[in-house]
């Protein structure tokens, strides 16, 4: 059978063939809503796709965003590029998601090679603060690049990240609130702005004095390491913040076999809000990111001329999400 044709969708549609071309390529101006629901509905019934490749030809763009993650193992990173998709899908695009495999080398090997795709415009959470701005600065003078969840020095561009320093206030005063005052911090990869923001406002809070549990990784299985040196301190610590929820997960599964009782010896949060906290026994607390408004906000930059990119922090509000690993009563 014959794929539909663009005259196709026209005819059904009862439109010209021009008319057509704006409404599926995302560019109806000047068409009247009621033809371009004609075309959308004749498109959807007669199965047509857009050529891509056609229209990269005819305008010079091929209506895809690429995307950067630092690890595809992070459930987070999963839930965050899901995000983006959504919102590059609603405007007529599509997605490329490449994975940094948390190495700045590769970092930038995966950047260039999304660029030689011809993408419209590049996502980029980078892997490190330090390290990764030289590769983000070359790129965002390439193509227009924001950076997502995390900032790097010297990127040149703007980056659309969570107010870490406000999550890290919810988190202390919901656990002092709740009684909860011995508190430690189980972290990982300070390397990058996200994580550096989260020691440096527990610590702020706290004092230097405070318990940490600094690990060389963000991954169920740092989790599990923390858990066992948390077990062993079981008597001078009430509740762990954990700086993300892969740490959480593994920390209180180890703890429960450990006969540590969560959350009535020790109350535990993530950091992330990730789906799987709500299937757990019992469900973790934690911090959620407004990924929609911030994936949002991210494309509407990439959009826009490039003096709105300029070096910057945009900062999002952050909402605590309580559950029974810190409150019982959840």
């Not at 940094?100 to 080398?105: C, I, M, P, T």
């Not at 419209?120 to 892997?127: F, R």
């Not at 300070?190 to 991954?219: C, D, I, K, M, W």
């Not at 906290?277 to 607390?285: A, F, H, K, N, V």
Request: net charge neutral; aromatic share 2%.
């Amino acid at each position: 059978m014959t794929a539909p044709r663009l005259l196709d969708v026209a005819a059904a549609a009862g439109v010209s063939r021009a008319t057509a071309s704006r409404v599926l390529a995302g560019t109806p101006r000047n068409v009247d809503p009621e033809l371009a629901r004609r075309v959308e509905d004749a498109a959807r019934e007669l199965g047509y796709r857009t050529n891509h490749s056609a229209r990269a030809l005819r305008t010079g763009t091929t209506g895809t965003i690429g995307v950067v993650v630092p690890s595809l193992a992070n459930p987070y990173f999963v839930q965050l590029a899901d995000a983006i998709a959504q919102q590059v899908r609603a405007a007529g695009g599509q997605l490329v998601v490449s994975d940094a495999a948390n190495s700045v080398e590769i970092e930038a090997e995966q950047i260039e090679t999304l660029l030689g795709g011809r993408v419209d415009g590049l996502v980029v959470v980078p892997v490190s603060a330090a390290a990764s701005g030289p590769a983000v600065r070359a790129a965002a003078k390439r193509a227009p690049l924001v950076l997502f969840d995390r900032w790097a020095s010297g990127s040149g561009t703007v980056a659309v990240t969570l107010d870490n320093a406000a999550a890290m206030r919810l988190l202390l005063d919901h656990l002092d609130t709740l009684g909860r005052h011995r508190i430690a911090l189980v972290a990982a990869d300070q390397a990058s702005s996200s994580g550096a923001e989260r020691l440096a406002a527990f610590t702020g809070a706290r004092g230097t004095g405070a318990a940490t549990v600094l690990l060389p990784s963000f991954t169920t299985d740092a989790g599990r390491t923390a858990a066992r040196r948390i077990a062993a301190q079981r008597n001078e610590i009430d509740a762990v913040v954990c700086g993300a929820d892969v740490l959480a997960v593994g920390l209180v599964s180890t703890l429960q076999r450990s006969a540590v009782s969560v959350p009535g010896e020790i109350a535990v949060t993530g950091f992330d809000d990730t789906e799987i906290l709500e299937l757990l026994d019992p469900p973790i607390t934690s911090i959620r990111h407004p990924l929609t408004a911030m994936a949002e906000r991210t494309l509407t930059l990439l959009q826009a001329p490039s003096r709105e990119r300029a070096e910057s922090v945009e900062r999002f509000a952050p909402q605590l999400v309580v559950r029974a690993s810190t409150d019982a009563d959840a």
